[in-house]
């Protein structure tokens, strides 16, 4: 079960971009604070949770409250077992008809996919797929940090008396490099994020702030700025699953949007300046 806000709207004529890698919803692209004060407060209201329902009393018999939307599928046993996999990076075991929890493993990334259980000479393995990655850490990359994972999948099974530990999880990076200085005046920053929104967004994270499954555009060094509109507008990544926006998006265009992923990026500076001790 989850719980979001609505954050989409329906235009009365949504403008249609002829390009195969832009989704094109017909609804606006949400207008998504800035302000990390008011995205956790947006962020706290997404709520995701595990509820057992009984069919026949049309009633709820127990919940169990997750951090964030997005956790996993379910695997019901008849040894009276839920399994199931989280977004937070867990995998869990409770009694099917009390909830309560028996068995907690880390996963070392969000779990979404249901988990499986089968036989093999008479023991019992469970089976979970475990990545992160579709929709809610793609364009709501803002809101999905709530789950602090990132994308490692494998494949995770265990039996009773399994002694394998993961290796330790992947860490964030821990410095932005030094941004070249912005030079773009305040309308065209805020063209450039309107248009990193309509076209950037749904893969790297609304404001410039990815979910971790794809590249985080705020962490971007020396080389990668030089080669921006090599990138962006002719396929300079191409091999690596990033499309080329010329005929869609002009040279000044492309340059408005790096103005407003530098910017970005000297607001990630500040950030973590003023958290420092």
Not at 71 to 85: D, E, I, M, P
Not at 88 to 116: C, E, F, H, I, Q
Request: proline share 8%.
């Amino acid at each position: 079960m989850q719980e979001t806000a609505g954050m989409l709207s329906a235009p009365a004529n949504p403008e249609r971009v002829a390009h195969k890698s832009v989704v094109n919803l017909g609804v606006d692209v949400p207008d998504l604070p800035e302000d990390p004060e008011v995205v956790k407060q947006i962020a706290a209201s997404f709520k995701g949770k595990l509820l057992a329902w009984d069919p026949v009393q049309q009633q709820a018999v127990w919940t169990q409250d997750y951090r964030t939307i997005y956790n996993g599928g379910t695997l019901s046993t008849a040894g009276n077992l839920v399994f199931q996999g989280t977004a937070d990076g867990r995998v869990t075991a409770y009694a099917a008809d009390s909830g309560k929890l028996l068995w907690s493993s880390p996963a070392n990334t969000g779990v979404m996919a249901g988990p499986v259980t089968y036989e093999v000479d008479g023991e019992q393995y469970v089976t979970f797929m475990a990545g992160w990655g579709g929709i809610f850490p793609l364009i709501l990359g803002p809101l999905s940090r709530e789950a602090r994972v990132q994308p490692e999948a494998r494949v995770l099974t265990y039996k009773l008396g399994g002694k394998v530990v993961l290796p330790p999880p992947a860490q964030l990076p821990q410095a932005v490099p030094q941004p070249p200085a912005v030079t773009a005046s305040a309308e065209d920053l805020a063209a450039g994020r309107t248009l990193y929104n309509g076209f950037c967004g749904g893969c790297h994270g609304l404001n410039a702030i990815s979910g971790g499954v794809l590249p985080d555009l705020r962490y971007l060094d020396a080389r990668k700025h030089a080669q921006f509109k090599d990138i962006v507008l002719m396929g300079a990544r191409a091999a690596k699953g990033m499309p080329p926006f010329a005929g869609t998006v002009s040279e000044a265009d492309a340059e408005r949007i790096h103005q407003y992923l530098i910017k970005r990026a000297h607001d990630l500076r500040q950030e973590a300046a003023s958290a420092r001790p």
